[in-house]
Structure formats: C-alpha cells, structure tokens
C-alpha cells in the first residue's frame, strides 16, 4: 500500500517538473512474473524508472539503504521500502545465494522484480559488463527478461550530486522480451551464465545508446578514483 501511496504523492510533481517520458511499456506483461534488467546510472532511476508501469516493480538495494542511524537512515529506510526495495547482502559467497533465492522468491509469488546488472551505479555514463545473477535468475525462474534502460538520468543528476539539473528530461525505454529457453537447466554452466548476461547487456547497449566497457563497474570506479588521487598528487 505504502508504494502506491508514495506513488501517487511522486507521479504528478515528477511530471510538472521534469516532464519524463517512456517508450515501450507494452512490452511488460500486464500480470505474471518477469525480470526487469536495467542500467544503472543514477540515484533518479529510483524515481524513474518504475513510474510509468501499472504493476509494482521490486528492487533488490543493499542492505545499508536500511540499516542507517538518525533522521537520515530513517528517511532512507522509508524511501527504498516506499519504492519496493528488498534490502539484500552484497559481500558475497553465502550472501550472493541468499541474494538470488531472494529475487528467486519474489518471482515465485508472480512479481515484477527489477535488477541492476552492472552491480552499482556508472560513474562515468558508460554501461559496464553485467553481472551472472541476473543469469541465474532468469534460468531458474524461467520468466522473461525485459532490457530496461534508463536516459539522460546520468546527465540530470550524476552520481555525487544532492538535487537533479532541471531542464532535462529523463526517460526510460523497455525492450522487448528476451527468451533464454535454450539454456534452461544449464544454469550451473558459467559459460551459459556468461552468454546469457553478455546478451542482456547487449540488448541493454542497443536500447540505451550508451558506450559499453568490458569491465566491471566496481572495479573501473576504483581505478578512476585511484588515477585521480595520483593526478592530485603529481599535481602538487
């Protein structure tokens, strides 16, 4: 109910103030379980990415959305349950099983669950090699996976930035369904694992327009951030 509501308040003052537009919600079915895989290129794809659909999208955030002290975890705690997060462990191992039967369950019950691929948000706007849980999701449930890109929520409101660039108008397109069949009960293959994924970040590619790097988002972030600090200090 809380999402509804939260929806309600946002989707009028979103639309007078930044005009946002979609492309492609037919392509969501209107009832049964499916995968929404996304790009992920700012915090505003939280308010974005979703609002267009009539069916409630579950996210899976990391657990520090809802784990913060005083006014500020409070109000972060309420957002991400407003916007339909389940709050997950990332650090890996057991954590990434217990993840994936998370996602896994949230299909189960006939819901729309929404994942971001690339792991964390680009630093830079450029789409970044996906992750194979979104594989595993998709083989073991079986559902549909619909690419889910989001535009120019980058450029309206980049990582590190507290409130969006107005004038610009952020949209976000839905692809058609990908069937990955073929592979069903090959889902402990890795190399599966890797052609399934490597399939949706192409199609994701091709929606977005964005430029692709065969690496890891984490892992190019922190080599940015380390050049940086080595570009200020030669600088000194």
Known sequence: M??????????????LIFRPWAEG????????????AGNHLSFADHFFGALFLPRKVISLGKAEYFTGK???????????SGVGTVPIDRSGGK??????????????????LGIYPEGTR??????????????????ESRV??????????FE????????PKLGIRPGVKFGKPLDFSRYYGMEEDRLVLRAVT?????????????????KYAASAKTEAARAAKGSGRAGK
């Open 2 to 15: 809380f999402y509804w509501v939260v929806k309600a308040i946002l989707w009028p003052f979103l639309h």
């Open 25 to 36: 919600v037919e392509n969501v079915p209107k009832e049964g379980p499916v995968i929404l």
């Open 70 to 80: 005083g006014l500020k975890g409070m109000f972060s705690r309420a957002f991400f």
């Open 95 to 112: 954590a990434s099983e217990a993840a994936l039967r998370t996602g896994l369950r949230v299909l189960g019950e006939g819901d729309v």
């Open 122 to 139: 680009s630093h830079d706007g450029r789409l970044y090699k996906g992750k194979t849980g979104v594989a595993r999701l998709a083989l």
């Open 144 to 153: 549909p996976v619909i690419p889910w890109a989001m535009i120019n929520t």
């Open 156 to 163: 309206m409101m980049p990582p590190g930035r507290l409130l």
């Open 198 to 214: 490597d399939e949706i970040m192409y199609a994701l590619m091709e929606l977005s327009g964005q430029e692709y790097v065969d």
